[in-house]
Structure formats: structure tokens, C-alpha cells
């Protein structure tokens, strides 16, 4: 049976919604948490750290909810409530298709993540994901690091990514994305070489540069950007790649745009910009509204379902949980070439877009698991 949702607080409510808000604000919370089956929200304020934080359970079929912490200055309590659900929401059709015995969450934690101050903030993470007697896993995620992990761990064991161990699973995930793009490639023009390709990556953080680098080594010619002209400046030095400002990579002629930052990317002002034949990348919630999954397909765009071809990081830190090497972590975030042929034999199948298909695979193995009756007690 699924757990209610829920919202807990170690000394007082988050304001969100406020006691005062008008009869049709408190009626669009529930129905929010609704909207996907989640079952549960944590909700926790700790005030002499300021540690403002929301945890979202989506689903335990499969196994104890995993995904990570994410540290940001949000606009809103609402915004980051609906970033969390989002998020967890795909860590559980993350799992799913990559067939690891986990369920879906995310944890937000709302603020400054530049801030020097983070032992205390983490520490008050740690105690809020103890609270949750195991059901909810954490690991790094955007603004967060391996050592913010480490002040969690002095709170609960329900962590991974510590030092010594999996850490920083950019180079996973970038394998996983690297081998997706192969498998978009065998699709489009019969044969998974890169070489020669033009590829447009957006972002040069950890998983774009390592990206970057297995492409270079394929002999990739790569058009790159970031917000951080440093990154773009290491990746141009690097790999000889080619650099343009933000918001002219959309409209980079390339055979393959790979999205490596935040998502959202893929909505009505950027489609009419691209001139590629495959979207695949390492960022999540790529598609600003699932109808922009739509737009591609039928622009003839080939699209890999951003939850399945970055799947290298969840993998990574399920390695962790299990005592894998480091080179079983690999081959199996390189597994995600056939599944990425399998979602689009299935969006062949039944005529439907590869981010329709994707959700058919992962709903299908998360059915058949519901169905298993315990033999004992």
C-alpha cells in the first residue's frame, strides 16, 4: 500500500501554502502532489541553519526510492515543489528502465548554493532523510558535492556518492549518454560511428566534459557552450572544439544537439531553431511540456528520452549501494545502447513518440513487479 502524502517540519511549517491563502490556492496543492501517484512529500524547516528542504517520494515498487540532492536559489517554494515531483517523478522511470531494484525520489533544498556555510544546511538534510526510516536514498546532484554528502552521512546512512567510494558519477553518466548517441546514430544512418559527426553540446560541467571528450576521441567535431565561459574555455582547449554564446546553439547546423544542462531546453521557441536529426544529451526534463516530444517527431527529429540515455549517474551510485567495480558500473550504464534501441522499436511498434514509448517500457516492468506476491512474511 502506498504511503499518504505528507508534509513534516522539525520546528515550523514552510509556508507553502500560507494559513491565509484564498480557497482556490489550497485547493490546487493536493491535486498537484496528486497529478503522478506520488506517495509522499517531506516538507522540513530547520531556522538556525536555514535549511529549507522538500523531499518527494514518487514510487517504491521497485525498491527503496534513490535520486539526488539538488541545491538551488528557486523563485518560488511552488517552483521548487514542482521541481522535486518533476524529478522524482523521473527517477522512477529511470530506475525502470535501466533495471535496477530502485524506486524514484528527489530532494530539493532551497537556496544559495554558493554559499560557505554548508555543514550545518547538510546536516539538517541528513536528519530529514533519517526521519524517513529508509525509504528515501540521496545522493550529489546540481549544487551539491561529494563532500555535502559526507555532512549527510554524519546524519543517516541513507546516502550515497561519499568520498572513497562511487563519487562523482559524471563519468558514468557521460558513458551512458555516449553510448546512446551511438545508438541514435545506428538508427538514423545505418552505422553507430561518430566519426565525422558534428555534434552542438549544451553545458560543460562534469558530464559535458566528459562527454566532450569521449566524442573528441571518436573524432567528433563539437560546437559547445556554457554559461561559465571557464568550462567553454577548458572543453575549446581541450578537444578543439568550437565555442558560441548560449543562445546560439540551438541554431547550430549539426548532425546531433546534445542537451548537458537544465532542462526545459526543448519548448516553442527552440524547436524552429534546430537544424539536427537527434536530440540526445545528458540533461534532465529536457522537454518543456511532453508536447514538445510530439513536435520532434514530427519534425522527423529522432529524440532519446532523457531519463533513459542519462542513466549512467543513477547506475553509478547503485553500484555503490551494491559493492559493484567500477568497470560492472561502466558496462552496465553501456547497456543503455540496447535500451535506447528497444524504446524506439517500441515507438515503431505502436506509432507513438520515443517519450511515449520510453514511459510504456519503464510502466510495464514497474506493473509486472507490483504483481509479485509475497511468499512469506
Not at 33 to 45: D, M, N, P
Not at 119 to 132: D, T, V, W, Y
Not at 338 to 345: A, H
Request: proline share 4%.
Amino acid at each position: 500500500m502506498k504511503a499518504p502524502v505528507k508534509s513534516s517540519a522539525s520546528s515550523s511549517r514552510v509556508p507553502f501554502p500560507a494559513a491565509a491563502s484564498p480557497p482556490e490556492q489550497r485547493e490546487g496543492l493536493f491535486p498537484l502532489l496528486a497529478e503522478h501517484a506520488h506517495e509522499q512529500v517531506s516538507i522540513f524547516f530547520e531556522p538556525s541553519s536555514g535549511y529549507r528542504g522538500i523531499i518527494a517520494i514518487h514510487d517504491t515498487t521497485l525498491g527503496p526510492a534513490l535520486g539526488g540532492t539538488r541545491f538551488w536559489n528557486y523563485k518560488s517554494d511552488e517552483e521548487a515543489l514542482i521541481d522535486a515531483l518533476r524529478l522524482s517523478r523521473g527517477m522512477t522511470y529511470k530506475a525502470a528502465v535501466a533495471g535496477l531494484n530502485l524506486g524514484g525520489g528527489k530532494s530539493v533544498v532551497i537556496g544559495d548554493n554558493r554559499t560557505l556555510r554548508r555543514e550545518a544546511i547538510f546536516r539538517a538534510h541528513g536528519r530529514h532523510i533519517e526521519s524517513l526510516g529508509g525509504r528515501y536514498i540521496t545522493a550529489e546532484d546540481v549544487g551539491t558535492s561529494t563532500q555535502d554528502m559526507e555532512f549527510i552521512r554524519v546524519e543517516t546512512q541513507h546516502v550515497t556518492g561519499l568520498l572513497g567510494k562511487s563519487g562523482d558519477p559524471s563519468p558514468v553518466t557521460a558513458y551512458g549518454v555516449y553510448r546512446g548517441i551511438k545508438a541514435c546514430a545506428k538508427l538514423r544512418w545505418g552505422s553507430d560511428s561518430l566519426t565525422g559527426k558534428t555534434i552542438a553540446v549544451q553545458g560543460c560541467g562534469h558530464v559535458g566534459y566528459f562527454l566532450c571528450k569521449l566524442l573528441f576521441e571518436e573524432g567528433v567535431k563539437l560546437i559547445v557552450t556554457d554559461i561559465d565561459p571557464q568550462r567553454v574555455k577548458t572543453v575549446v582547449q581541450d578537444f578543439r572544439a568550437t565555442a558560441v554564446k548560449p543562445d546560439e546553439i540551438y541554431s547550430q547546423a549539426a548532425d546531433i544537439f546534445a542537451p548537458c544542462a537544465l532542462g526545459a531546453i526543448i519548448n516553442d521557441e527552440t524547436i524552429p531553431k534546430l537544424k539536427v536529426q537527434v536530440v540526445a544529451g545528458g540533461a534532465n526534463n529536457q522537454l518543456a511540456e511532453e508536447r514538445h516530444g510530439d513536435v520532434l517527431a514530427e519534425r522527423d527529429i529522432l529524440y532519446a528520452p532523457d531519463y533513459v540515455i542519462n542513466g549512467g549517474g543513477l547506475i553509478n551510485v547503485n553500484a555503490e549501494l551494491h559493492g559493484w567495480s567500477l568497470e560492472r558500473a561502466r558496462n552496465k550504464a553501456g547497456e543503455i545502447y540496447d535500451t535506447i534501441l528497444r524504446v524506439f522499436e517500441i515507438a515503431n511498434e505502436e506509432g507513438i513518440p520515443s517519450y511515449q514509448a520510453a514511459d510504456r517500457l519503464a510502466e510495464q516492468r514497474i506493473a509486472s513487479i507490483a504483481k509479485v506476491k509475497k511468499s512469506f512474511v
